[in-house]
């Protein structure tokens, strides 16, 4: 059984993930990137389409923080590509499930959703980390934001500890639809 809500949108759609922090330039495009990593070796990228964004607007626009980027790039990623985005209602309908990083995000992005029932479909990144023994576990990725490059290290082995059971996860929720049952 999967934490994941069902897809929203018309089964032959991908699936949506959302990953979300406050400014959008550390945490959620570390994730955003090693997510979209994982989907791609275990051939779901085009099953489930990986974005990120921020509560806030301050970066709108900008890369990655330049220690975030150097962190993914030292591990084998490419960070590059990604540019800062504000999270609105309308992520809502464009996302199956909204995956934030802390408890003030959780409560930030529940705060937008147009319909009671639309909370539902926001969870905890952590929910899916294996090293969470359970909901009582403190489930945020810190901010590293004010600290030092240890920080960025830290973050990016928990986000990669919980995408790999994300993705597993992931691949579990999308086996049923037309998008794979084509690719078989």
Known sequence: MTLLPAARGPQ??????????????????????????????????????????????????????RRAARTLAEAGYDPTRHRAQQLDASWYDDH??????????????????????????VLMFRDFDPAVADSSSDRDVPDPYFGGDDGFTRVLAMVERTADRLTAELADRVADSPLARRAD
């Open 12 to 65: 032959e759609a991908p699936y949506r993930v959302a990953v979300v922090c406050l400014g959008n330039i550390c945490r959620s495009p570390i994730a955003e990137v090693v997510l979209t990593d994982r989907l791609e070796r275990a051939g779901l990228a085009g099953r489930v389409h990986v974005r990120s964004a921020g509560t806030g607007g301050w970066h709108v626009g900008d890369p990655m923080d």
């Open 96 to 121: 199956d499930v909204l995956l934030v990083m802390d408890d003030d995000n959780l409560r930030d992005v529940r705060a937008l959703a147009p319909h009671p029932e639309d909370s539902d479909r």
